[in-house]
């Protein structure tokens, strides 16, 4: 089998569980912090944390404008909670920037109500075959509007909170959180092999 290295934004927030899911799958991931440790990444996932703080340190540790020429040249990249965030288009409760602007989706920050702010539920996600994937959503956003080259995978009371679009995926809540590998292995299957 062709050896595959997968990229972890460890900038902040939840990088480590998501290295640990990727473990599970058998593959190999290198922390990123650093624009050369970009170099030999097959693909990219941008974790949870604070949407914020990250888009400060991808401008401060020179990771902005390189990964958005990856993403656009193709690199899979999945971003999760805070990385949906990073990846919209536009985000419409909030005036922070830069982020990558690589999805085309418009997304709300912190959106579903305190009341609300954590919470789990189950998710029907047709790709990832029958049964339902356990989600931990923690003060997730969700994305408010899509455009049509954008594959909504799933919603959650009407609300869209999992999106594909090419190489790219926006996840709303924590996949790496549970014990379940089929998002993390539907984002491994985009690797051109
Ligand atoms: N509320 C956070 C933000 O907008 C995301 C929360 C998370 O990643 N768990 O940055």
Known sequence: MVKILIGVLALQGAFREHQKMFEYCGIKTVQVRMPEQLNNIDALVIPGGESTTMSKLLVEYDLLNPIIELGQKGLPIMGTCAGLVLLAREI?????????????????????????????????????????????????????????????????????????????????F????????????YFINKIPV
């Open 174 to 185: 924590h996949p790496e959180l549970t014990k379940d590998i089929r998002l993390h292995r």
């Open 92 to 172: 419409v409760n909030s005036n922070q920037q830069p982020v990558l602007q690589l999805m085309d989706i418009k997304v709300k920050r912190n959106a579903f109500g305190r009341q609300r702010e954590s919470f789990e539920t189950d998710l029907d996600i047709t790709e990832l075959g029958e049964l339902p994937l356990r989600a931990v959503f923690i003060r997730a956003p969700y994305v408010v509007s899509a455009g049509e080259n954008v594959k909504v995978l799933s919603s959650f009371k009407n609300k869209i909170i999992c999106v594909e679009q090419q190489n790219l995926i926006g996840v709303a």
